[in-house]
Nanobody, 124 residues
Framework: VQLVESGGESVQEGASLKLSCAVS?????????MAWFRQAPGGEREGVAA????????FYADSVKGRFTISQDNAKNTLYLQMNSLKPEDTAMYYC??????????????????WGQGTQVTVS
């Protein structure tokens, strides 16, 4: 499985960005959970949003609810993260990740099997 993120940039506070994650080689299990994580310098990798590939069920971290939207285009095998009203505390490397099965109850990085290389988002 290969995941390639793109779309990260340096932006001003209040701006919007849309991240993309191109997925290839994914086995079509009954369900896969696809997620976005982020990691700031010196910080832990934290879950931002997740979506069930078949169910479409969505989950968000409290810190991004109402500002970020996770979506997918299964025909294009692409995962997206629309980020609005960006804040300096959103500055981080953003990673997409996948795990077979239902989305874990907690967005914990150790529950995910496949990872991209990340795309940097900087908000100033």
């Amino acid at each position: 499985v290969q995941l390639v993120e793109s779309g990260g940039e340096s932006v001003q506070e209040g701006a919007s960005l849309k991240l993309s994650c191109a997925v290839s080689g994914l086995t079509t299990y009954p369900e896969n959970c696809m997620a976005w994580f982020r990691q700031a310098p010196g910080g832990e990798r934290e879950g931002v949003a997740a979506i069930g590939r078949s169910s479409g069920a969505r989950f968000y971290a409290d810190s991004v609810k109402g500002r970020f939207t996770i979506s997918q285009d299964n025909a294009k095998n692409t995962l997206y993260l629309q980020m609005n009203s960006l804040k300096p505390e959103d500055t981080a490397m953003y990673y997409c990740a996948i795990t077979p099965g239902l989305c874990p109850v907690t967005m914990s990085a150790d529950r995910y099997n496949y990872w991209g290389q990340g795309t940097q988002v900087t908000v100033s």
